[in-house]
């Protein structure tokens, strides 16, 4: 019995083991994650400062005049830091959805409540969440400098301090020992409270930066209105050229196989050399009509994109089309598959009109990925005058775009040269 119980007791120690464990990771992860938020927010807070001491400016200097010069201006760099901090919170957290836009003309955003809300958001980021954001920073300094006093406090000048407070002087390894329990303190304050620090910070963003209960969301649902049925177009057109592409080449082949191989069949006995002739068609028939197959198969969603993604893709393509073409990605993190193929068929698309319609001698293709968007860049030589109503694809490329929430630009001057930029979210 009491092997038993001792063998009982032992097992049971290992079993909360792992609790511990997971529960240290998991503290140490939220830190962590909370710091990264903490430092991402100093970035904004340090703009916040900026523009608070540039509105503080321009009011004083409207006594005068000079200040309503610089309005426009400022009212633009303040509702793009606002934008700004969105892209920031949704990447740390669920959507914050930005309300209509707001204006840039004085007299307007005097009245205009997203105008005022985000000047309340501006006072308290920069300050509260430049605090907050400098805590991020500082907590960590502070605590691997106490740990680690021990290590080299025989190193430092007699009269060093021995904590990062500036407190006390290193003169025994008590006093040593003594730093390095301060730093085990900023530890847990790290461990324990940056979660609810990173939390604090967002708030103001997260109430004062979102669509407000006196904000008109009218134009937002017809914009979204909108989306939705650029998205079923987009769909319904794909519907049609996989339906197209399968009645006009694969099923008319499959038919004329069908064919031969009758013709075959009822030739094998009076004519073999016929027959085998038929054969050889029908054969040369079903290989083709496998490789519109495959051809259809992959513009439905490419392979390529999974197996090399979306670089090696668009290499792909620049390798097969007639106008040299240089690819400049810069994606360290994968975009979502539908985000991907649409990027993916918006290059082929426009690849494909730069070799039809411009007359380029060069082209070229830049992705870069930064804030939670996929950004593409399509730019030719050619002789540009390139026109949605012209029937080149552009209207199909943009209702691709749109069903993603995404936007496009088109500058295509008569002469050239032309540039396609397209904005699309990584995460949809």
């Known amino acids: 019995m009491p092997s038993s ?78 934008g700004r901090e969105r892209h920031r919170l949704g990447r740390r957290g669920p959507e914050v959805f930005a309300p209509d836009p707001a204006p840039t003309r004085l007299r307007l955003a005097l ?42 406090w025989r ?12 407190i006390g002087v290193a003169q025994t390894w008590a006093d040593a020992l003594a730093a390095a329990l301060l730093g085990l303190g900023w530890t847990a304050i790290i461990l324990g409270l940056t979660p609810a620090m990173a939390r604090l910070q ?23 209105t909108a989306t939705r049925a650029a998205a079923l177009d987009a769909h319904a057109i794909e519907l049609r050229r996989i339906e197209r592409s399968l009645h006009d080449g694969t099923q008319n082949r499959l038919v004329t196989v069908a064919v031969l191989l009758g013709a075959a069949r009822r030739m094998v006995a009076r004519d073999p050399s016929g027959a085998d002739e038929l054969l050889e068609r029908a054969q040369s028939a079903a290989e083709q009509a496998l490789s519109e197959l495959r051809s259809v ?18 290499t792909g393509l620049a390798a097969s089309c007639p106008v040299p073409c240089r690819i400049d990605v810069e994606a ?11 990027a993916y068929f918006v290059v082929a698309e426009t690849l494909t009109n730069i070799a ?33 109503a012209g029937g ?17 630009e088109l500058a295509s001057p008569p002469g050239g040269p032309t540039t396609l930029k397209v904005e699309l979210p990584c995460g949809l």
Request: aromatic letters at 2%.
């Open 5 to 82: 119980t001792g063998e009982g007791g032992s097992g049971s120690r290992p079993e909360g083991r792992p609790g511990i464990r997971a529960t240290v990771v998991r503290a140490a992860n939220e830190a962590v994650a909370a710091l990264g938020e903490l430092v991402g927010g100093l970035g904004t807070a340090l703009l916040a400062l900026v523009v608070l001491i540039w509105s503080a400016v321009t009011a004083v200097t409207s006594l005068v005049g000079v200040g309503l010069l610089m309005a426009p201006a400022l009212l633009r760099a303040l509702h793009a830091l606002a």
């Open 111 to 152: 009245v205009d409540p997203t105008t005022r809300r985000e000047l309340r958001w501006l006072a308290r980021h920069a300050s509260l969440g430049l605090l907050l954001g400098l805590s991020g920073v500082l907590l960590p300094v502070l605590a691997a400098r106490d740990v680690t006093f021990p290590l080299y």
């Open 155 to 166: 190193l430092l000048p007699e009269d060093a301090t021995s904590t990062s407070l500036g």
């Open 202 to 224: 967002a708030r103001p963003g997260r109430i004062l930066l979102a669509a407000g209960p006196d904000t008109d969301l009218s134009l937002r649902v017809a914009e979204l």
């Open 297 to 314: 198969a992959r513009g439905i969603l490419p392979p390529v994109l999974a197996d090399r993604g979306l670089a090696g893709a668009l």
């Open 332 to 342: 360290p993190e994968r975009c979502a598959a539908s985000v991907e193929a649409t």
């Open 356 to 388: 039809k319609h411009s007359g380029a001698r060069q082209a070229g293709v830049t992705v870069r990925s930064r804030g939670g968007r996929l950004f593409l860049d399509i730019t030719d030589d050619g002789r540009g005058g390139a026109d949605e």
């Open 392 to 408: 080149s694809g552009l209207t199909g490329i943009r209702n691709r775009i749109a069903a993603h929430d995404g936007t496009l």
